[in-house]
């Protein structure tokens, strides 16, 4: 079926660096995605949203790119911080069909 | 000011008692969901609710049901508990069927 998928369950990163969250999705007529970060405890929070007519968005610190040809989806974090240290997940929507998740992606960030 | 909140934030309970989880939203939205998610983080749609609509995920079992006393509260009631209804359980609302989607803290449910 349809589904939501991540290439990495975990990276780690140097404090400082850059880091690079991937996700690949297999409906093609998804229209909207999202990124989202869990800290422990706490329920998902929406970091930055890019809809199918774009391929880049730009945030504060944040970076999602849409690669609709491969369908594959990534989110780019500069300047990683100890506060970034958090599972991330992509989802995505068709239309008015619900807001489906990836498995996430632990980032932990090293000091 | 909070503006998803749901009570409680931990939930331990007996199998087959009756639960009910609370949850407002003060951001005037119009649709809200329920997702669980499992020991292993994946999160998954239980319910979307409008005031025109409900639509239901086809795997959840008819013991859970969400109930809307207005449009500002969602709240979900699940019948007879057994052991795999044991997992964090999240509220959401959002701005119509295609906007994103605001989180509550979550509440821990766990079925002994």
């Known amino acids: 079926g349809e589904s939501v998928g991540l290439h990495l369950p975990t990276l780690s990163v140097q404090e400082g660096d850059n880091s690079i969250i991937n996700c690949a999705y297999s409906?093609?007529?998804?229209?909207?995605f999202i990124w989202y970060k869990q800290e422990s405890g706490k329920g998902p929070q929406f970091i930055i949203d890019?809809?199918?007519?774009?391929d880049k968005r730009q945030g504060q610190r944040v970076t999602v790119l849409l690669n609709k040809t491969v369908k594959h989806l990534s989110l780019q974090i500069a300047a990683t911080q100890p506060g970034d240290s958090a599972v991330y997940f992509c989802?995505?929507?068709?239309?008015?069909?619900?807001?489906?998740f990836g498995a996430g992606t632990r980032l932990t960030v090293k000091p | 000011d909070t503006a998803v909140s749901q009570t409680p934030k931990y939930l331990v309970t007996q199998m087959g008692n009756d639960k009910s989880i609370k949850c407002e939203q003060n951001?005037?939205?119009?649709?809200m969901y329920w997702y669980k998610q499992d020991s292993k983080k994946f999160l998954k749609i239980m319910f979307s609710y409008n005031n025109k609509e409900l639509i239901i995920n086809e795997t959840v079992p008819n013991r859970f049901s969400p109930k809307s006393p207005d449009k500002a509260h969602l709240n979900l009631h699940i019948n007879s508990l057994e052991l795999g209804d044991s997992a964090v359980y999240f509220c959401?609302?959002?701005?119509?069927?295609?906007?994103?989607?605001?989180f509550g803290s979550g509440t821990q449910l766990s079925v002994l």
């Open positions: 951001l005037g939205h119009d649709t």
């Open positions: 409906n093609s007529a998804s229209d909207y």
């Open positions: 989802a995505e929507r068709h239309g008015n069909n619900d807001m489906r």
């Open positions: 890019i809809r199918s007519n774009m």
């Open positions: 959401a609302s959002s701005q119509g069927w295609d906007e994103k989607l605001f």
